[in-house]
Nanobody
């Protein structure tokens, strides 16, 4: 069973920064495609970023490229999402997600169909 524990999030003004964390079991962390999805009220889920174990480059949604950075702490089996230059349109519930599959299948879209954490709210005011 995949268990993902998220932390971080909060409220900031436009242009600000936040960092999200996602802790997973060692097996999940080392074998699953992982990353974040988000969902704003009244909108569809959106894949934000995906990363596969083994050093492959992350795959970012166009909407966050250049502003968000995902990183891995192998000692803690934890992912981090550093979100800079936040915009009001980034306001959403953010979910850490993990999905089985190969590295070539690891993209933000696939994370929408994975196992999710409890979610954490990110609110960006203008």
């Amino acid at each position: 069973q995949v268990q993902l524990v998220e932390s971080g999030g909060g409220s900031v003004q436009a242009g600000g920064s936040l960092r999200l964390s996602c802790a997973a079991s060692r097996y999940t962390y080392n074998n699953y495609c992982m990353g974040w999805i988000r969902q704003a009220p009244g909108k569809e889920r959106e894949g934000v970023v995906a990363i596969y174990p083994g050093g492959m480059s992350p795959d970012y949604a166009d909407s966050v490229k250049g502003r968000f950075t995902i990183s891995r702490d192998n000692a803690k089996n934890t992912l981090y999402l550093q979100m800079n230059s936040l915009k009001p349109e980034d306001t959403a519930m953010y979910y850490c997600s993990a999905v089985q599959g190969s590295g070539s299948d690891c993209d933000p879209e696939q994370l929408k169909f994975g196992s999710w954490g409890q979610g954490t709210q990110v609110t960006v005011s203008s």
